[in-house]
């Protein structure tokens, strides 16, 4: 027998606490009805990390997740760090795990539920069947180029700096997963840049071209500005498969198209390092949304974003197919059930808390699993 999957766990700060209990009490099922058992551990980081260790993260929860073969990570974010100083944000601490285990590539699917339809500010027929998978670009770009800072010039005044740094190995190997995922998918990439005004844009798309010529003539290919990709996504979202994008615009339109599905609550993401000599490849999943500092305690949180890292965590990193597949069927046939957090709540529908939603998805797990 193999030996169990090593799965280190870092719930973070705000909401982040309440939504990874219910991932685990998944894990939980998981172990008890189908025998599936993970070699689980948990720590630090954000602003939890600030107030025992007086830094973000630290240097064993860094090595314990490059030793890991999954990072499933909660959210970090607190506003009482606010004055600690740049260097000293809860966000560090997720800047510098993609960093330091080379998580390049984010993947942030935005579906939208039949039942959920109603919850998106757009009309419904222009989200029905929605469908996209952005990949981000995740430790280059504007958020990583040097030089940076804060300077005080000859006048006394100060003067912020942050540069878009792109290679060409960085696009090549981002884009190389957004063809990837698009031949298992609707078999189109477009990708987005801002190549009209930046010559880093202009880059971009001279490498994701040749990238494409050379490997991946089977997928269609097209280009689009960020602007006018922000544009089409509210007008017609559904025309987009794959979206393969820089670290400033993937951040922008990820959250754009958050909002397409109804809630910031229900999105999962995964973000993925290059597989190793020994096979094993870094991977890290987060719920999109926030710590939610003014709801955290108060069990108004919803879990599924959570839930479905999970899924993906399953599905990417262990090859878990069928166990993913099934904890999304069983968040789809909650909400079917009309079952609501307050994020997502509508006339008609049953308004249940964190704990509540968690219960019901191991509820719906339970049923399937005698079924299959």
Not at 101 to 127: H, Y
Not at 291 to 314: E, R, T, V
Request: glycine share 8%; proline share 5%.
């Amino acid at each position: 027998m193999s030996a169990p999957k090593k799965l280190l766990i870092l719930p973070g700060d705000g909401i982040g606490p309440e939504i990874m209990r219910e991932a685990q009490r998944i894990m939980d099922w998981m172990a008890q009805a189908r025998g599936i058992r993970f070699d689980i551990s948990e720590d630090l980081v954000g602003g939890a990390s600030l107030a025992v260790h007086g830094q973000p993260i630290t240097q064993q929860v860094i090595d314990a997740a490059r030793a890991a073969d999954a990072v499933l990570f909660g959210s970090v974010g607190d506003p009482k760090w606010a004055s600690a100083g740049f260097e000293r944000r809860p966000e560090i601490a997720i800047l510098k795990l993609r960093q330091e285990l080379g998580l390049f590539a984010n993947l942030r699917p935005a579906k939208v539920f039949d039942s959920l339809v109603d919850a998106s500010t757009l009309k419904p027929d222009v989200i029905r069947g929605l469908d996209i998978m952005i990949v981000r670009e995740t430790v280059g770009g504007i958020y990583f180029g040097t030089p940076r800072g804060i300077e005080t010039l000859p006048d006394g005044s100060r003067r912020g700096i942050n540069t878009e740094v792109y290679t060409t190995a960085e696009i090549e190997r981002v884009a190389r997963v957004a063809f990837d995922l698009a031949r298992k998918r609707d078999n189109r990439v477009c990708s987005v840049e801002k190549c009209n005004v930046m010559e880093s844009g202009l880059l971009w798309k001279e490498v994701v071209t040749a990238l494409h010529d050379r490997e991946y003539r089977d997928v269609e290919l097209s280009h689009m500005l960020a602007d006018n990709c922000a544009m089409q996504m509210v007008r017609n979202p559904r025309q987009f498969d794959v979206i393969v994008t820089g670290n400033l615009f993937g951040d922008l339109l990820s959250d754009l198209a958050s909002m397409l599905t109804g809630s910031l609550g229900m999105l999962p993401s995964a973000t993925l390092g290059a597989k190793g000599e020994d096979g094993r490849m870094p991977a890290l999943y987060e719920p999109i949304h926030g710590s939610a500092p003014d709801i955290a305690g108060q069990g108004k949180a919803n879990p599924l974003a959570q839930i479905l890292s999970f899924a993906m965590l399953l599905r990417y990193s262990f090859d878990m197919k069928e166990d993913a597949a099934m904890i999304e069927q069983a968040v789809s046939n909650v909400l079917d059930r009309g079952l609501r957090t307050p994020d997502i709540m509508s006339a008609g529908r049953t308004e249940v808390n964190t704990a509540g939603m968690g219960e019901a998805v191991v509820a719906e797990l339970d049923r399937l699993n005698r079924t299959s």
